[in-house]
C-alpha cells in the first residue's frame, strides 16, 4: 500500500504544477509558489530544498507515468495483446483524470508538451529517466507481442520490433498532434480508438 503524501507537501507541489505550466520555470518565484500554496515559506522550505526540488518532484510525479503506462500495468492484466492495451488505456485514463483533479485550468496537450520541453532543460536526469523507462516499455510490448503470435493472437508474419513500437508511440504522436493543431483535442477515446485499429491490422492478412 503506497504511503499517503503529506498533505500540505502535495498541495505545494499541485499549485506549483499549475504555475509551471503557465509560464516558464525561470519565471515562477518562490513567493509565487507560496501565495498560490497559501501557506507558509517556512512549510515550503520545511518540505523542499528550492524551486528546482519541487519541480523535479512534480516531473516524478506526474510528468514521468505518461512515458510509463506499460509498468502500471499488473501481471494479472497481460493475459493478451488486447487485455494489455486496454490496461494501458485505462492506466492513461487514470493519470488524465490526475492531472485534471490537480490543474485548477482547462489543460491542453500544448501545456504539457511545453512543460517536458521545461524538464528537459531543467532536470539533468529527466531524459535519462525516460529513455530507461521507454526502454522497459518497449521490452515489455515486445514480449507480449511474441506471447501473442505463438498463441495465434494475432498474425505471427509481422515484424515485431516496429509493432512494439508503435504501440509505444501512437499515444505521444496523438498527443503531439493536438498539441500543435488549432482543430484536434485528443482525449483517451482516440487512443482507444487508434490502438483497436492498429489491433484490428495486426489480425489480418492486409498488414504490411
Known amino acids: 500500500m503506497e504511503k499517503q503524501m503529506n498533505p500540505s507537501r502535495k498541495k505545494i507541489l499541485d499549485k ?3 504555475l509551471f505550466l503557465n509560464e516558464n520555470y525561470d519565471s515562477v518565484t518562490m513567493q509565487q509558489i507560496q501565495e498560490a500554496s ?25 510528468l514521468l507515468p505518461i512515458f510509463s503506462s506499460f509498468s502500471s500495468i499488473t501481471e494479472e492484466e497481460k493475459g493478451t495483446l ?19 483533479e490537480v490543474v485548477p485550468f482547462k489543460m491542453s ?3 504539457l508538451y511545453k512543460f517536458i520541453f521545461q524538464a528537459t ?15 522497459k516499455e518497449f521490452n515489455g ?29 501512437i499515444p505521444l504522436g ?11 483535442n485528443i482525449n483517451t477515446k482516440d487512443i482507444r480508438t487508434s490502438y483497436l485499429k492498429f489491433y484490428n491490422l495486426l489480425k489480418k492478412n492486409s498488414f504490411l
Not at 490496461?87 to 493519470?95: F, V
Not at 532536470?123 to 530507461?132: D, G, H, I, L, T
Not at 514480449?143 to 508511440?169: P, W
Open 109 to 111: 496537450d500544448f501545456y
Open 16 to 18: 506549483s504544477f499549475g
Open 141 to 169: 510490448w515486445r514480449n507480449i507481442i511474441q506471447a501473442a503470435m505463438r498463441t495465434g493472437e494475432i498474425r505471427s508474419d509481422i515484424e515485431l520490433d516496429y509493432v512494439a513500437q508503435s504501440l509505444m508511440t
Open 121 to 135: 532543460e531543467q532536470y539533468p536526469e529527466f531524459s535519462e529517466q525516460v529513455n530507461s523507462l521507454s526502454e
Open 82 to 100: 488486447l487485455n494489455t492495451i486496454y490496461a494501458s488505456i485505462k492506466c492513461r485514463q487514470n493519470h488524465q483524470l490526475v492531472l485534471k
Open 38 to 62: 497559501q501557506v507558509s515559506r517556512g512549510a515550503i522550505y520545511h518540505h523542499f530544498k528550492s524551486k528546482e526540488d519541487i519541480f523535479k518532484e512534480i516531473v516524478d510525479i506526474y
Open 174 to 184: 496523438l498527443g503531439v498532434f493536438s498539441a500543435f493543431s488549432n482543430y484536434i
